[in-house]
């Protein structure tokens, strides 16, 4: 059994084929975690949990990139236009009581979409703003929360600003999703409590930095994730990724430590239903 802790069968990517991406995966014992990114995808990722008894969760909360209107190039060849939210507590309270809400996120700093034609001070100061409000929520209900941390191009900043802004809140109850910074840094959210997750990434041939980190981190205080439909595997690179990927991540940390696939399965999958109450 694998969990994928972090994907997004709630969006657009999957709008015409949701249903048979969510039973391939159940078909192969994986169970997932749809992550809300705003409103609309939060609302979808509940919708969509509550139409399964069991192995399809929701968590929902506002990321960064949607508190602000542009336009937004991934990657993959996936874009879209992002509409201007601000951080609705109500409506995320309301949306989070439902048993299939597993956690508030994903929520965090990202410093890489930046809007055009704003101070970048003050966007980052309500990045933090709506970051705190985010976390103050997860405490009231006592539930973990999913770290989105994405810096400038070529540096970890937004990783140091984050360690900050998580001691300032003083909740540790949670994980750094699509972890990509250094070890030092690692080490310091693992010091205060947290789970780092990893995907697709710690395949591609020229991310050695994440590589060596994964060996590294503690198989006891990781989670694996697809984030899809970004950030495929190999050896699907260039095609739309999905949760059932989930296993080639798996495989690689696998190698990456030397250890069983059935040992990374058996602990990741103890450690996700630790965290996520699942």
């Given at each position: 059994?694998?969990?994928?802790?972090?994907?997004?069968?709630?969006?657009?990517a999957?709008?015409?084929?949701?249903?048979?991406?969510?039973?391939?995966?159940?078909?192969?014992?994986?169970?997932?975690?749809?992550?809300?990114?705003?409103?609309?995808?939060?609302?979808?990722?509940?919708?969509?949990?509550?139409?399964?008894?069991?192995?399809?969760?929701?968590?929902?909360?506002?990321?960064?990139?949607?508190?602000?209107?542009?336009?937004?190039?991934?990657?993959?060849?996936?874009?879209?236009?992002?509409?201007?939210?601000?951080?609705?507590?109500?409506?995320?309270?309301k949306?989070?009581?439902?048993?299939?809400?597993?956690?508030?996120?994903?929520?965090?700093i990202?410093?890489f979409?930046?809007?055009?034609?704003?101070?970048?001070?003050?966007?980052?100061?309500?990045?933090?703003?709506?970051?705190?409000?985010?976390?103050?929520?997860?405490?009231?209900?006592?539930?973990?929360?999913?770290?989105?941390?994405?810096?400038?191009?070529?540096?970890?900043?937004?990783?140091?600003?984050?360690i900050?802004?998580?001691?300032?809140?003083?909740?540790?109850?949670?994980?750094?999703?699509?972890?990509?910074?250094?070890?030092?840094?690692?080490q310091?959210?693992?010091?205060?409590?947290?789970?780092?997750?990893?995907?697709?990434?710690?395949?591609?041939?020229?991310a050695?930095?994440?590589?060596?980190?994964?060996?590294?981190?503690?198989?006891?205080?990781?989670?694996?994730?697809?984030?899809?439909?970004?950030?495929?595997?190999?050896?699907y690179?260039?095609?739309?990724?999905?949760?059932?990927?989930?296993?080639?991540?798996?495989?690689?940390?696998?190698?990456?430590?030397?250890?069983?696939?059935?040992?990374?399965?058996?602990?990741?999958?103890?450690?996700?239903?630790?965290?996520?109450?699942?």
């Amino acid at each position: 059994m694998l969990v994928d802790t972090h994907t997004h069968v709630n969006f657009s990517a999957f709008k015409d084929d949701s249903d048979e991406v969510i039973k391939r995966c159940l078909d192969k014992d994986i169970w997932l975690i749809n992550v809300g990114s705003q409103s609309s995808t939060s609302q979808r990722a509940v919708q969509i949990a509550e139409r399964y008894e069991k192995g399809v969760y929701a968590a929902v909360g506002l990321h960064p990139i949607h508190l602000y209107e542009m336009d937004v190039d991934e990657d993959e060849d996936i874009s879209f236009h992002s509409k201007a939210e601000a951080f609705d507590i109500d409506l995320y309270r309301k949306l989070a009581s439902s048993d299939k809400v597993v956690a508030i996120g994903e929520m965090g700093i990202d410093y890489f979409h930046l809007p055009q034609g704003e101070d970048p001070v003050e966007v980052k100061r309500r990045q933090r703003e709506t970051f705190l409000q985010g976390i103050e929520l997860a405490q009231d209900l006592g539930k973990p929360i999913i770290v989105h941390t994405r810096p400038t191009k070529g540096t970890f900043d937004a990783y140091d600003d984050e360690i900050n802004i998580l001691r300032q809140a003083g909740y540790f109850h949670g994980v750094i999703h699509s972890f990509l910074g250094t070890f030092e840094q690692a080490q310091e959210f693992l010091q205060m409590g947290f789970y780092l997750s990893f995907n697709g990434i710690v395949t591609f041939k020229n991310a050695q930095t994440v590589q060596e980190v994964a060996q590294k981190v503690p198989l006891e205080r990781m989670l694996l994730e697809t984030d899809a439909p970004y950030l495929t595997p190999v050896p699907y690179r260039g095609k739309r990724n999905e949760p059932s990927y989930v296993e080639y991540v798996a495989r690689k940390i696998a190698e990456l430590k030397n250890i069983s696939l059935e040992e990374v399965a058996e602990v990741t999958t103890n450690n996700a239903r630790r965290l996520f109450g699942i």
